[in-house]
């Protein structure tokens, strides 16, 4: 009952902040932008953040914040968006939509595979909202106890998971990891005052910028792998409302996979490294498994929408749950989202919840706020999004490629962030050529300051012994953890080669 | 798929030229910055230790390039087109924004980056130019009170 009135509570610190008009308009430019560039194929919810994380810095701290969440949301949807229409996965964590929805829209159904999209991404993210709203107090409660080694090697745990945790070689995975790691320790030692890796360079002592890292490494880099491709189908299919409503069966098929999928992405979405559509194949999968009829997966079922579209939703809310309690990223999304907190301020960590309850309330209350926009710009707008589905490509990258010029300028009005965003951007291309993933270089980068200093001040703490960091119980964990996943992960890729 | 037979170019070189660098940067921290010393730990330790932890994973990927090769991810053929077409259209934009001003500025830019797609449309350069700098304009400078001047240098 107690644990009731708290939520409640809680809930309504949130309402209260998260209704101003002024937080509603940046939730809605944030939805909107995010689906706008969501649904253009290539374009992430990762680029589109990138893209508009200048823009927050010139918005109040809640403000920016909600704004990003509400980024993130649409461009997760429009992504599946644009799976579903072209056949051609918005970015990696929508391909899953394409099994079954690209079918679809060859069927005819397009418009209602779209709909029942929405009503699972609605329901999975309204699971993982209020799953966050129950478990974050505790777990900023733990956290508070946590000393800096515990910090240390959790933050270790979640680097070597979003490491290790890809498609490609762990090995390479944790490379570039280091490779972030490092890169973060240029500029000025928090510690000992120190210019580190400047050169001399002045614009160097505050440290390489994130906008300019972020925005080289996925966005330039993906404009230029994707320039002089083939063009795109078109869309001919017309998506009046009533070309959208689901049947009767359709419904029935759908109910159950959206519960288990909600069930199995929150799970999931909590736990490090697991994003990037690996939950959703798995409840794919899942779903495939247990239906009466199978064969129809992979040709137009919808349940192959529903169940990785809700679980997808449903792990989106619950990674918020370290990322905001502990300001531990499971992922480079999260990570950003972190940065941008630090960015404007506030320290991430278990002590937000508690400084900041309205920031803290008002963002969770504001990405349900969010959600019930996109189903509000989705199922009534569906029109305008095919319609810019069909932007073809060449009058499309020139503006991109501007806007992040202009995104990293205006970030300290320096011409050198535009220098380094070409530094980065070329290094981005490179790392494509040669298989090597950008995410866990900028996980790691995004994470190396706060690590080191977890990591100075354990030893110090211990007085320079190292083997603090296996006699805490909970830093043991957590690492006992990251070896395991580490050698799992390198011994089934090895195996894969064998093979 | 790449030659199963021979090793893996992209990945010996992938290694190689990781382990350079995680080389480079053990021996530069470990020689301008201090290693510290019982709990009070320097700036030099951190870095020191990710350039040799950084040589080794080098040397291991570099050293897996020998072992037969399945990949899951088929990296994209290297197409020097776009990639020279967009780097130096950035590079224009970085030379010209605080000299030239915004609108100049995003016509080079838009005038470069075209080059990576072929046929080059002059009509449609021209007009896209034009309203990627009028749209530009109007979200940064109106919109978000950057300080940027249309045409003219500024800053600096």
Known sequence: MEFLTTLLGNVSIGLHEALTLTNLWYCFVGVFLGCLVGVLPGLGSLIAISLLLPITFHLPPTGALIMLA??????????????ILLGVPGHPAAAVDVLDGYPMTKQGRGGIALFMKCIASFWGSTVGILLLMCVAPILAEAGLKFGPADYCALMFLGLMAASTVGKGSPIKGVAMMIVGLILATVGTDVNSGVQRFTFDLQDLSDGIGLIPIAMGLFAVAEVVTSTGKAGISAVTQKFRLRDQLPTKEDWKRSFGPMLRGAGLGSFFGALPGTSGGMATFISYAIEKRISRHPEEFGKGAIEGIAAPESCNNAGVGTAFIPTLTLGIPGDAIMALILAALVIHGIQPGPQVMTSHPELFWGLIVSFWIGNLILVALNIPLLGMWVRLLQIPYPLLYPGIVLFTCIGVYSTHNNAFDIYSLLFFGMAGYAMVLLRLEAVPLLLGYILGQPFEEYFRRALLLSRGDFTVFLTEPIAATALAFAVSLMSWSVISFVRRRAK | MNSESRADLRDLAAGALLSAFGVFVAFYASRNYEWGEGGQLGPGFFPTMLGVVLAILGVVIALFSFSKVAHELTPPPLRLRPFLAISCAIAIFALSLERLGLFPATALLTAIAVLAERPYNIRRTLLLAGSLALLSWLIFAKGLDMQLSAFGGFGG
């Open chain 1, 70 to 83: 509400g980024v993130y949301f649409g461009a997760d949807y429009g992504g599946g968006t644009c799976s």
